[in-house]
């Protein structure tokens, strides 16, 4: 499963940005997709996971609960994390990452099989 992330860039404090997680030759309904990000000098944290139709459930990292908001659009074939509110905190490289249906991997060390490449979100007034 090959991902491509997008929509990063420069916004200021309590701004809103949209990245998209887009997928080629696999359909992602099947496949649980999960939002990871690393900022300069940490560990890589878990953001969002969204388990496949029937897989399991949603879920958030406390960090971002009420903030973010994960959903997908089938017929683009494309995932999406919509970031509200945001904070110099969320500063960080955005990845999307892969598993089939469910999002059980999410919350392992490694555990998702197939990564996308980072996108840059900056926070910064």
């Known amino acids: 499963v090959q991902l491509q992330a997008s929509g990063g860039g420069l916004v200021q404090p309590g701004g809103s940005l949209r990245l998209s997680c887009a997928a080629s030759s696999y359909t992602l309904e099947y496949y649980a997709i999960a939002w990871f990000r690393q900022a300069p000098g940490q560990e890589r944290e878990r953001v969002s996971c969204?388990?496949?139709?029937?897989?399991?459930?949603?879920y958030y990292a406390d960090s971002v609960k009420g903030r973010f908001t994960i959903s997908r659009d089938r017929e683009k074939n494309s995932v999406y994390l919509q970031m509200n509110n945001l904070k110099p905190e969320d500063t960080a490289v955005y990845y999307c990452a892969a598993e089939f249906a469910s999002c059980s991997g999410y919350f392992l060390d490694d555990g998702m099989p197939y990564w996308g490449n980072g996108t840059l979100v900056t926070v910064s007034s």
């Open positions: 969204d388990s496949a139709s029937g897989g399991g459930g949603t």
